[in-house]
């Protein structure tokens, strides 16, 4: 499998990009310029398409894990001869703390080797692809430091150990021996911007990298239930973000497959506006609730002023809108999985759910945007109206499909949240009139979904009105509230859905979908804890939280007869759905006295608080 399996790789950050390396202590994936920019390592869709490995050159075994709350990576190889670390970090700007981390990251990868006993021969094998492996750079040697330019981009690697330059790539050698220290450095800058690519110490990046990802941690001092498993997550999140903007991306990858060999390999290095509002939800779980202000000064930037049109449901991550999507021909794909895709055209697509979305991130928030900035009074005015137009119409879904519009039942149950909670909202949004329009458009979406939503046959929700597919984008009518938990049809409807399209915890989206969706999972176990059922709600989160990998990360998908991850990587979705269903486990053992750390919420209130009545 060129790169190794997805579930394989751990993740670094810097604020702009991503890198994901393997327990082979191989780089497979950067894109250095920012998180949707064009890949420099990228042999997870090719073999060809570039990596950076760092390894014992016998036979070896591994173990790794991230330096406490930090987002830097040590990689333990251990041979018959010896034992060698590698620490892998993104650098932070120098003394960047707290929110201030990835704001003005230098764009460097540092990789420190340090020998721990005996003797180890190691091998490096430096073989950068510009533009997603179509090209392979011009490499110089200039005192220590290895340039390689291509097109717009310019990587200079300095290295402490010789290495060779021969046919677009660099080579060497070294034997790590107890106590020695051998330090790479590789910065990425602009061809034509006029600077050179930064190339500060290996051991002061590492060093600085992990006093500033703690720094940010011990902000943030979530106290519920699995503490540990929401820490990493929030960690994850955070590092998926786009600082300069603080746009969040989906995935930090593009085109890893939802099925091994097959076509739905999608492009999740955007913005969805869909997972910006669970993101705000999550991070206000996980303590996190600081940047709701920048969030939504963010997506009102993005959106501009609404008018009749659909509005844009993902951007880029400085709010770019045309995301056309196209084919990379030229690489294998992950598994042999085709088309490689750069952009989303799911971009163009009418998605009302996000309608609600972010009025309900809004509702929940409302203490941190108060006083409320004409902008965001005017998103949350206009987002309302277009509800009252777009809840008769139908739309793609919020699993993006591509065939035909329907009338999904998740669509108008969030058309309903929107002017439930533009009601909520009432003066602070709109004149009186306003609120009485949304008042009467709310009740007619709630008496649609519950006659056109019900199927007599199956005894439960369906996916769409007047259908007969089953589907669990349904289970979150409870955790929005447009019904109990306990409601009689709705306790049926988890019951259908979870009989007939989970396995060992693993719940798919619809059936014939793959694999497991794992945030439909994490919805399943806020459902169950919703309605009071707390013992097979933690049995099923425990269930899942077994299932990352040895870092603590999900994909998008599980394989539910051979557990393996799928899909782009790490995926928002999951860590969101992990960190919500925590909080809402927590609230559950909470309401029902049971044995739980007290959840700790920034305003003294439940986070679920926005969504009941």
């Not at 990352?548 to 539910?560: F, H, P, T």
Request: hydrophobic fraction near 40%.
């Amino acid at each position: 499998m060129p790169g190794g399996r997805i579930s394989a790789h751990g993740f670094l950050a810097d604020g702009r990009s991503a890198v994901l390396v393997d327990r082979d202590g191989a780089v497979n994936w950067w894109c250095p310029a920012r998180f949707d920019g064009p890949s420099v390592f990228g042999r997870l869709l090719d073999d060809r398409a570039g990596h950076w490995s760092i390894r014992p050159v016998d036979a070896y075994t591994t173990e790794r894990s991230y330096l406490d709350d930090s987002l830097v990576l040590r990689t333990v190889f251990t041979t018959r001869t010896g034992t060698v670390a590698v620490t892998d970090a993104l650098a932070l700007e120098p003394g960047a703390r707290g929110h201030d981390i990835g704001l003005r990251s230098p764009r460097v990868l540092a990789r420190l080797v340090e020998g721990l006993a005996g003797e180890v021969p190691v091998r490096v094998d430096y073989q950068p692809r510009f533009e997603y492996g179509r090209v392979r750079g011009y490499l110089t040697d200039t005192g220590g430091v290895i340039g390689a330019t291509a097109g717009a981009t310019r990587l200079d690697l300095r290295s402490d150990t010789p290495l060779h330059c021969a046919e677009g790539g660099a080579t060497g050698g070294f034997t790590a021996r107890a106590g020695s220290v051998h330090r790479f450095t590789l910065g990425y800058a602009p061809t034509y911007d006029g600077g050179e690519p930064a190339l500060p110490d290996a051991d002061r990046v590492v060093a600085d990298a992990v006093a500033g990802w703690r720094s940010w941690a011990d902000l943030h001092d979530y106290r519920g239930l699995y503490r540990d498993q929401v820490r990493r997550s929030a960690l994850v999140v955070q590092g998926m973000t786009y600082q300069p903007s603080g746009a969040i991306v989906a995935a930090a990858t593009t085109s890893l497959p939802e099925q091994l060999g097959g076509d739905r390999n999608y492009d999740y290095r955007y913005v969805w506006v869909r997972d910006f509002s669970l993101t705000l939800q999550a991070l206000w779980r996980a303590a996190c609730p600081d940047e709701a202000n920048r969030q939504f000064a963010w997506v009102a930037r993005a959106m501009g002023r609404i008018d009749d049109a659909p509005v844009p449901i993902m951007y880029g991550v400085e709010g770019e809108r045309d995301l056309t999507e196209h084919p990379l021909d030229h690489l294998a794909g992950y598994a042999h999985s085709r088309p490689v895709l750069v952009g989303n055209d799911a971009w163009r697509q009418r998605q009302t759910d996000v309608l609600g979305e972010i009025l309900d991130a809004a509702w929940l928030m409302r203490h941190y945007l108060d006083p409320m900035s004409p902008e965001v009074r005017h998103l949350l005015h206009a987002l309302a109206d277009q509800a009252v137009l777009d809840w008769h119409r139908p739309d793609a879904g919020m699993w993006e499909a591509r065939d035909a519009e329907r009338h999904y039942l998740s669509s108008k149950v969030q058309c309903w949240t929107a002017l439930d909670r533009a009601v909520r909202f009432g003066p602070r949004i709109g004149e009186p009139a306003d609120v009485a329009r949304w008042a009467t458009a709310r009740d007619e979406v709630r008496a649609a979904v519950l006659s056109r939503g019900w199927n007599e046959r199956l005894g439960a929700y369906t996916g769409a009105f007047d259908s007969d597919e089953l589907d669990a984008s349904v289970l979150i009518m409870p955790l929005v509230g447009f019904l109990p938990a306990d409601d009689p049809r709705m306790r049926a409807t988890v019951d259908v859905v979870e009989r007939e399209l989970s396995r060992d915890g693993l719940l798919r989206r619809w059936d014939g979908d793959p694999a497991g969706f794992v945030i439909c999972s994490f919805w399943l176990v806020g459902c169950l804890a919703e309605a009071g059922d707390l013992d097979r709600a933690r049995r099923l989160f425990d269930q899942l939280a077994a299932r990352v990998n040895d870092l603590g990360l999900y994909a998008e998908q599980i394989d539910q007869a051979t557990g393996e991850q799928l899909g782009n990587f790490p995926q928002a979705f999951s860590h969101i759905g992990l960190i919500n269903a925590a909080g809402r486990l927590t609230e559950a053992a909470e309401r029902l006295g049971a044995t739980a750390a007290p959840a700790r919420h920034p305003s003294g209130a439940g986070a679920t608080e926005g969504a009941r009545r």
